[in-house]
């Protein structure tokens, strides 16, 4: 005949701070039984609840231990239980986290685990043990943008926990600023003007042309214009975060050189050809004849020592742009 099982347990330790590990002496008995833990939420079977710990708790907490033996008979319950001490976990805020010089900052404490201790240091110089600092003011100069670094930390019975937050603290005046490395160049004019405003401002670009057209805009610190069309063109840099500015700057896109040039189509033996320049908006010239040779005059005169000969020639102009054209000599 097979009688309901008994389920009879003691812990070991029945106090102290979490992470608390569950320690138990089981004497529960029986035919072909079977054992359940339920612990915080949580179901362990077997003989022994193992490793457990009980955790995550923000206040003294008296945690019950329940043990369910089962067989054929039925099911018998013990239950026993346990008082946590919890440890600190520091949490704290501000009214802003950034703003403009002089920045006015308030601070809350919602520091959970029966805190015993603090001890801020407010990043500015200024420390207490108070359960709440007073508020303060955090300035920068108008060169710089200041982050200040508060911690608080917090101590109980059972142990101690530490929290870093930041204030970021702009300059209290905007000034936008441009600086441009060339003030003209050929089309198409690849510009990239710096922006040398107040750090920490936010910045926006236009570029216009010089009837006030908005070509192109941009939100890059530092961007690339590509600009095509002979003219004077205006950059404006607009700065912002605490007050605004504007800045403005003029630069001019020459037009492209037009690369061209002739020759005659024959040659005496033993005579040299002439070349004739008809470009147009050139500053200077570069001749290659494809021999080796070389001129830096407006329309050169070069001789051809082949009989007969096909040759490259090229026209270089200081826009980097390139005229490539292959002649046929023919002598009489």
């Not at 019950?64 to 013990?78: H, M, Q, S």
């Not at 508020?135 to 710089?144: E, F, K």
């Amino acid at each position: 005949m097979t009688t309901p099982p008994v389920a009879d347990f003691s812990v070991l330790v029945d106090e102290g701070c979490a992470p608390f590990p569950v320690q138990v002496n089981n004497i529960s008995s029986g035919y072909q039984i079977t054992q359940l833990w339920l612990i915080q939420e949580d179901s362990i079977s077997g003989a022994d609840p193992g490793n457990f710990l009980i955790d995550h708790i923000f206040s003294d907490t008296l945690m019950t231990i329940r043990l369910e033996v089962t067989n054929l008979c039925g099911t018998r319950i013990d239950e026993k239980e346990v008082l946590v001490h919890p440890y600190p976990v520091v949490d704290f805020g501000f009214n802003v986290d950034e703003g403009c010089s002089p920045l006015y900052i308030e601070f809350a404490n919602v520091t959970l685990g029966n805190p015993e201790t603090f001890f801020w240091n407010l990043g500015n110089g200024v420390t207490t043990t108070d359960t709440l600092p007073p508020s303060q003011y955090y300035t920068t100069t108008d060169s710089m943008v200041s982050v200040y670094f508060v911690t608080l930390i917090s101590t109980n019975i059972c142990g101690e926990d530490t929290l870093t937050k930041d204030i970021t603290v702009y300059p209290p005046n905007v000034k936008a600023f441009i600086e441009l490395d060339t003030l003209e160049g050929c089309e198409p004019f690849s510009i990239t003007p710096k922006n040398y405003s107040t750090p920490g401002s936010m910045v926006s670009w236009v570029l216009q042309n010089g009837s006030g057209q908005t070509l192109q805009s941009s939100n890059e610190s530092n961007p690339e214009f590509l600009v095509s069309g002979e003219g004077l063109y205006q950059l404006i840099l607009y700065a912002s975060r605490c007050g605004t500015d504007t800045d403005t700057a003029w630069f001019r896109v020459l037009p492209a050189p037009e690369v061209a040039f002739i020759h005659p189509p024959y040659v005496c033996e033993d005579s040299p050809i002439q070349f004739t320049d008809q470009s147009v908006n050139t500053t200077g010239y570069f001749w290659e004849f494809g021999d080796g040779q070389i001129s830096s005059d407006i329309s050169p005169v070069h001789f051809i020592p082949n009989r007969e000969s096909t040759q490259s020639l090229f026209l270089l102009i200081p826009s980097s742009i390139t005229a490539l054209l292959h002649f046929k000599v023919k002598y009489r």
